[in-house]
Structure formats: C-alpha cells, structure tokens
C-alpha cells in the first residue's frame, strides 16, 4: 500500500475507466459520488460490503473505493472476497488515521492503496489513477507475453509438421503426444507455466529424426539392430539442434531425455528416477501411448487398450508412477477416445 501525492491525470484515461464507490455514509457518499462522475467513465455505488460485491460480481469495474467501517459487511471483508476472486482488481480503502488497525489486515487482504480521512478529492484521484494505470500497464505487458508465447508455439508448430512430412507414417505424431503430455501434466497439476513448456518440447520431441535416412524412418520391415542404433541417435541430435535456442523452458533437456527410462534402461545416457526432467518423463508416456495405438509402417497399430496395459504393468519400472496415473485418469476421462 502507498499514500498518493498529487500528479498529472490523463483525463482521457480516466473517462476511461468503470469505478466502484462503497461507502455506507449517504452524505458522504453523494458527495463524492457527485465528484467522481464528472472525472471517470462509468461510476457505481452501494451502501455496504455485501451490496459492494454484488455489484461488482456484475460490473466489473476498473478499480474499487470503499470505506471500511459499514454495516452488513465491511470494505475489508468484501475486498477479501474481490480478492479471491480476481487478484488483479486494484482495491482502494478510504480509511481514518483512527482505524490503523486494520492497516495489518487490509495489506494481508492485498488492498493496493489507501486514502486517509477526511478525503482530499485530489488525492482520491490520483490514487485511482495510479491504481488503474498500473493494472492496465500489467494487462498489456501480459498480453504482450501471451502474444509472444502463441507465435513461438505457431513456429514450433510448423517446425514439427516440417519435420513430419518426411515420415508420412508418423504424421500428427508429435502433435498427438503434445496433446496428450499436456493432459498429464494439468492432470498432475503442474505449475501453467511448466504446461507451456512441455505443449512445445512435446511438439518437437522427435526433431532429430530430421538426421535419420528417410528410408530407415519408412522401412515397412522390422529394423535390423543397427538400424536401431540410428533411430536411436534422434534423441541427441534433436538435443544438439535445440540447445542453442535460449527457450524459457528446457526444451532441448525434454528432447534429449525422452527414451530415458526409470530403471536406466533408456538412451542415450541412461538416466534414472529424477535424472530425468519431469517434463521428459511426462512426453516419455504420451509418446509411448500414441506410439502404440497407432499404425507404424512395420506392424498395424496396436490400440490404446494395449498401450495403457504398457504403462500399467511397466509403472515405476520404466515409466514415472504419477506420470502414468494421471494418464490413465486422463484417458479413462475420455473413455480411451483421447485422439478421435
Ligand atoms: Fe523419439
Ligand atoms: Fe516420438
């Protein structure tokens, strides 16, 4: 919280901008309220707390100004409840140098800043202006994030079916274990963050194939041992295509441990347990599921019954244990249909 000195307004702003006023005081709040309408956009009042809330599940104004001490509920009480609901609403508490005691609660709460009785008009307005000016720079920074975030999911994208039209075969496959790692990982409540990372490391978890001969990927045959060890070297040459791209998330890591195994049995390096990234041992399950349930140019697709048997009977050995849990939940959700 912070106390307001006078500033320079943006007007146009401030037309702007849906305010709500709570306080219970009827003088008061005409008088103020009689203020406010001349300087923002759309104003709206009511009487006490549990009329505050109510009108502001409605509107959903810009910024609220409320006084703390009315009947029924009081400011402090409904700005918890705002709160919980939307953390990024600025909350003003009009407050008497009397009633310092709820200045503890009202920063547990997270009221962004405070305007001392008697209320200085000016005052009240910069600190709503400040307020709303201050949300409105983090909405766009956000947005600007977002947009960030969408275009480099949109060149993975086509970086992934680029890599994918070379094995007909495979088409869709990264995009299916992508679909699915994503599931996982919301169904084992990962942070959303995290969920971004693995949506693009999954898109691209096969990129080294793009170093396989194009024969060796659509053999129909079974492949020969040293034709494995080819395949086998995607996971590294994927690594070392990605690794020096300076993702937020480590993707070339997801990349590179995604045969790993939990016992060490997987390649390249045979890591075991948590060795291996959390994001690695999530594609690792989608990525044998989908592989399993779908057609591959040496045998017919072995359906997702088949697949979810896999992870099952190999939980804790090969595959990490919540990871298959939360798949199994995931598919179970979709009545084993996650792909139609
Ligand atoms: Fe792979
Ligand atoms: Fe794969």
């Not at 480099?152 to 992934?160: F, G, M, N, R």
């Not at 690794?243 to 195994?261: N, Y």
Request: aromatic fraction near 6%; hydrophobic fraction near 40%.
């Amino acid at each position: 919280m912070e106390n307001e000195t006078s500033l320079d307004i943006d007007i146009d702003f401030m037309k702007t901008l849906s305010v709500l006023y709570v306080e219970d005081e009827e003088e008061t709040r005409e008088l103020l309220a009689r203020f406010l309408e001349r300087r923002i956009g759309v104003l709206h009042t009511a009487a006490n707390g549990q009329e505050g809330a109510r009108v502001f599940a409605e509107h959903h104004p810009d910024v609220v100004v409320t006084d703390i001490k009315m009947p029924v509920m009081d400011g402090l009480e409904m700005a918890a409840s705002i709160k919980s609901s939307t953390r990024d609403v600025p909350i003003i508490v009009i407050t008497a140098y009397s009633e310092q005691d709820y200045f503890i609660r009202a920063i547990e709460i997270g009221v962004d800043r405070y305007v001392i009785k008697p209320v200085n008009t000016d005052t009240l307005l910069g600190a709503i202006y400040k307020s709303a000016k201050a949300g409105a720079q983090a909405r766009e920074l956000e947005h600007a994030r977002q947009t960030v975030i969408e275009t480099l999911e949109q060149t993975i994208a086509v970086v992934s079916r680029a890599i994918e039209s070379r094995d007909p075969y495979t088409d869709g496959h990264q995009k299916r274990v992508s679909l699915l790692s994503v599931a996982i990982a919301e169904e084992m409540g990962v942070t959303p963050e995290t969920v971004t990372g693995i949506r693009l490391g999954s898109l691209v978890h096969d990129v080294g194939k793009i170093r396989i001969p194009a024969e060796i990927l659509t053999n129909p045959r079974r492949l020969s041992t040293v034709e494995m060890d080819i395949i086998k070297t995607h996971s590294q040459a994927g690594y070392d295509i990605l690794a020096g791209a300076k993702f937020p998330w480590p993707v070339a890591r997801m990349v590179l441990e995604h045969h790993e195994r939990m016992n060490g049995s997987g390649y390249p390096n045979g890591l075991a347990g948590e060795q291996i990234c959390l994001e690695a041992r999530i594609i690792c399950i989608a990525d044998v599921v989908e592989s399993m349930a779908s057609f591959r140019p040496y045998r017919p697709a072995l359906g997702i019954e088949r697949a979810v048997e896999e992870i099952r009977m190999n939980r804790g050995s090969l595959y990490d244990e919540n990871a298959v849990d939360a798949c199994i939940k995931v598919l179970e959700k979709s009545d084993y249909k996650f792909w139609d």
